[in-house]
C-alpha cells in the first residue's frame, strides 16, 4: 500500500464479480489485531469502512491485514 505511519492501516483491493479489479482502499484495523478471526477481522473493518455490507459476489482481497494471526485474506461478498 506504501508508507504509513500507521502499522494498522491496510490495503483492501475490490474486484467485481467477473473479476476486473474496482478500487482499492485504506482500513484501520487496530481495534481488530486481537479478533478471534482474521478473515472475519478484514470483513468487519471492511464493512465499517465502507458503511455498507460487502456486495453479493463481489470480491475483496487483503493480502497483508493487521492481525495477530495475519494470513492473506480473500472474502466473496454475499457469503
Known sequence: MGYHQNDSMVR???F???GKWYETIAIDMEEFYDHSYAKDAVEIA???KRGAPL???WIYVCTEPYHKNAHP???IGGK
Open 12 to 14: 483492501v483491493d475490490i
Open 16 to 18: 467485481r464479480p467477473s
Open 46 to 48: 471492511t464493512v465499517k
Open 55 to 57: 456486495v453479493p459476489g
Open 73 to 75: 485474506i480473500l472474502l
